[in-house]
């Protein structure tokens, strides 16, 4: 069943789209060309303008914590097919790719514990996010086994790679997190 990109990427029923703004860490991915060598890769979502629209900032250190500061801003605008856990995402004109939200976690997504999957139809790219720089690994295997059996990527998962974070608790920040290094 893996691998297969022939049959349509299951969304999650519905995504509270207000509750997804904020922060969240990039946990691991199957990367596009943009993304590779990423370290404390971050997502911060707003709405944007227009309805259901969400803009994406993107920030991570290139190739090592202390790396380049790479920038990928995105607007996500568009719910595809009318599916109230997926929009089209354009990281520059007139690039749109869809942005299918497949799993999440059971708390809400406002939780400090929460976390969510976002799907490509082909199955060449994914994105494991969560609302805290690290996830346990019963959490992160469980979303690895489901993207294989339920979704229908690769098995064992040979693009996926873990991204590496090193951020530290901090009241004082915007984010409530500040780079270790």
């Not at 990039?26 to 990423?38: L, N, Q, R, S, Y």
């Not at 605008?77 to 520059?92: H, L, Q």
């Not at 929460?114 to 060449?124: A, D, L, M, N």
């Amino acid at each position: 069943m893996g691998g297969s990109s022939s049959r349509t990427l299951d969304t999650v029923p519905r995504v509270d789209v207000p509750k997804l703004m904020g922060a969240w860490f990039v946990i691991a991915t199957m990367p596009t060309p943009f993304e590779k060598g990423a370290h404390n890769a971050i997502e911060t979502y707003t709405m944007g303008k227009g309805a259901h629209c969400v803009d994406v900032a993107f920030e991570y250190n290139k190739n090592a914590f202390d790396g380049k500061i790479t920038s990928i801003p995105q607007r996500g605008s568009n719910w595809v097919s009318d599916n109230p856990a997926g929009w089209k995402v354009s990281p520059f004109w007139p690039l749109k790719m869809p942005y299918l939200v497949i799993d999440q976690s059971p708390e809400p997504l406002d939780d400090d514990n929460s976390w969510f999957v976002v799907g490509y139809p082909s199955r060449s790219y994914c994105w494991v996010m969560a609302r805290r720089p690290e996830m346990d690994e019963k959490t992160y295997d469980g979303i690895a086994s489901r993207l294989v059996e339920t979704h229908g990527y690769p098995p064992g998962l040979p693009s996926m790679v873990k991204i590496p974070q090193a951020w530290a608790r901090d009241k004082a920040t915007k984010l409530g997190w500040k780079k270790k290094h």
